[in-house]
């Protein structure tokens, strides 16, 4: 089996195991349960969920396998191979989540979303938190589908304005990091999700940017790609119900 790390680490310094990651795979490897591993560690289990499904679609292997009996009885999560080499392997370099990219790096690739695809108001992909993200490609109802948006294809305002982008997402600026001396990579929540967007130092300036800004990001549906090659076999995701977020708007199909 090639090192999961490499899968994972060598393309670009993208530090996609994060710490979280890595406390969930101890806390299932500790208790043989993810429901407990999840409250040890002080997340929700949908969280969890999304966090193993997120590294399966990402390695293309079943990262956790549910069984039978578990420590307290009853059903219970370990490890699979893959997942027992990532915990062992996933020290160190990748333990680094939110490092600072230094000048001259390429933007890392966008961390990969999970939700169900759903034909109604609108194509669109809806992830555990609720947030839908309008899509341009079709999958069968209700398919787990893992997600991406490339960072050259999201544009940054301090304001709304009439657009042509299904999504209008009104986030919150995390931080703001020098790629080269002509881009910095904006990275912004919206309800614990997040996406990042390149600008130019110029855009940053002009904008006044800076960490905790309130900004809205526009993302076309057509820049909402699947994940290439990702399989969606896992059933226990739970559908998320249908909420409404503030901020986020439909508009006219492109």
Same mark, same amino acid.
């Given at each position: 089996?090639?090192?999961?790390?490499?899968?994972?680490?060598?393309?670009?310094?993208?530090?996609?195991?994060?710490?979280?990651?890595?406390?969930?795979?101890?806390?299932?490897?500790?208790?043989?349960?993810?429901?407990?591993?999840?409250?040890?560690?002080?997340?929700?289990?949908?969280?969890?969920?999304?966090?193993?499904?997120?590294?399966?679609?990402?390695?293309?292997?079943?990262?956790?396998?549910?069984?039978?009996?578990?420590?307290?009885?009853?059903?219970?999560?370990?490890?699979?191979?893959?997942?027992?080499?990532?915990?062992?392997?996933?020290?160190?370099?990748?333990?680094?989540?939110?490092?600072?990219?230094?000048?001259?790096?390429?933007?890392?690739?966008?961390?990969?979303?999970?939700?169900?695809?759903?034909?109604?108001?609108?194509?669109?992909?809806?992830?555990?938190?609720?947030?839908?993200?309008?899509?341009?490609?079709?999958?069968?109802?209700?398919?787990?589908?893992?997600?991406?948006?490339?960072?050259?294809?999201?544009?940054?305002?301090?304001?709304?304005?009439?657009?042509?982008?299904?999504?209008?997402?009104?986030?919150?600026?995390? &931080? !703001?990091?020098?790629?080269?001396? @002509? *881009? +910095?990579? %904006?990275?912004?929540?919206?309800?614990?999700? $997040?996406?990042? #967007?390149?600008?130019?130092?110029?855009?940053?300036? &002009? !904008?006044?940017?800076?960490?905790? @800004? *309130? +900004?809205? %990001?526009?993302?076309?549906?057509?820049?909402? $790609?699947?994940? #290439?090659?990702?399989?969606?076999?896992?059933?226990?995701?739970?559908?998320?119900?249908?909420?409404?977020?503030?901020?986020?708007?439909?508009?006219?199909?492109?």
């Amino acid at each position: 089996m090639p090192s999961v790390t490499g899968s994972l680490a060598h393309r670009g310094r993208e530090h996609l195991l994060t710490p979280l990651d890595l406390a969930l795979l101890r806390a299932i490897s500790d208790v043989g349960s993810l429901a407990q591993a999840c409250r040890k560690i002080g997340i929700g289990r949908d969280r969890g969920v999304y966090r193993i499904r997120r590294l399966e679609l990402l390695l293309g292997a079943p990262v956790v396998r549910a069984e039978r009996g578990g420590t307290s009885g009853g059903g219970g999560s370990e490890l699979t191979k893959t997942g027992a080499s990532l915990l062992r392997q996933g020290v160190g370099p990748l333990d680094r989540e939110g490092e600072r990219e230094g000048p001259g790096e390429v933007a890392p690739l966008p961390e990969p979303l999970v939700g169900r695809w759903h034909a109604a108001p609108a194509p669109c992909v809806e992830l555990d938190n609720g947030l839908r993200l309008f899509v341009g490609f079709r999958r069968p109802e209700g398919e787990l589908v893992g997600v991406s948006v490339n960072p050259d294809a999201v544009v940054v305002a301090r304001r709304r304005f009439p657009s042509s982008a299904q999504n209008v997402l009104l986030s919150r600026v995390l &931080s !703001l990091a020098p790629l080269s001396e @002509s *881009r +910095v990579l %904006l990275t912004a929540e919206v309800r614990g999700i $997040r996406l990042s #967007s390149c600008i130019t130092p110029q855009a940053r300036r &002009s !904008l006044r940017l800076r960490k905790a @800004s *309130r +900004v809205y %990001l526009y993302v076309k549906a057509n820049a909402v $790609r699947p994940v #290439s090659g990702a399989s969606a076999r896992p059933t226990d995701l739970p559908t998320p119900a249908a909420t409404a977020l503030g901020g986020v708007r439909v508009r006219g199909r492109e």
